[in-house]
């Protein structure tokens, strides 16, 4: 699995736009970029997932560069329920490698403050 | 159910025991996976099933850990002679196959506490 380094830790304002940087630069060609999220105490939460053009689903913006090495997560308008710990990971092509793993490093804690 | 669903919630148990932690995916997903999630730490993942093989069990920590499925469907993580580093949430996700890009959706986990 390529792996993934994120900022251990950022803060944003309430209403403001959260930019959750994610670098992966031994991504290879088959392999997709996948951000979750983790609320204190729960699950992971799917949020959005990308190859290589740009995605945006009612939860958030992805933007990958073109060379795919590194991308963006954007919260446009963040909410104090959004303070949690995001995880940028890249899936393992399965039919390459017979395991449908994801490898998870240890994210970004993001706070949104009022 | 609508989601995936975990138990038990909580499992308090003493060093030297056995526990089993199930985990009942989302109906169809036919890729099943479990994590483990220690304190302040990331994801750790354990093994993947596909139907009821597991076709990668490269993450199991050690031989006191299995896991199987039946059914295609439940699968349950077992862990012998526990010991008090196996304490932590043990997390299990499915997805509707193991394709390229397929999500995963978790479940709430089981929270384990080994004395």
């Known amino acids: 699995d390529a792996k993934t380094t994120q900022p251990p830790s950022m803060d944003c304002a309430e209403g403001r736009a959260a930019n959750l940087p994610c670098n992966h630069s031994?991504?290879?060609?088959?392999?997709?970029v996948y951000w979750y999220r983790q609320i204190h105490s729960q699950g992971p939460q799917y949020i959005i997932h990308g190859l290589k053009n740009n995605e945006t689903n009612e939860m958030a913006s992805l933007i990958i560069t073109e060379d795919r090495k590194s991308s963006t997560l954007i919260l446009p308008h963040a909410t104090l329920r959004d303070t949690a710990v995001y995880y940028c990971i890249v899936r393992v092509d399965p039919i390459n490698t017979n395991a449908g793993k994801s490898t998870f490093g240890d994210g970004t804690t993001l706070t949104v403050k009022p | 159910g609508a989601g995936v669903s975990q138990s038990p919630s909580n499992k308090v148990t003493e060093k030297g025991k056995d526990v089993e932690l199930r985990c009942d995916p989302i109906s169809g997903h036919t890729a099943l996976y479990w994590y483990r999630q220690s304190l302040g730490q990331g994801l750790e993942f354990l093994i993947y099933f596909q139907g009821n093989s597991a076709p990668d069990k490269s993450g199991l920590p050690s031989d006191r850990f299995s896991a199987e499925r039946t059914g295609g469907s439940v699968s349950t993580l077992t862990i012998q002679r526990t010991q008090q580093e196996d304490s932590a949430v043990y997390l299990c996700a499915s997805s509707l196959l193991a394709g390229k890009g397929d999500t995963q959706y978790f479940g709430p986990g089981t929270r384990l506490t080994v004395l």
């Open positions: 031994t991504i290879s060609g088959n392999e997709y």
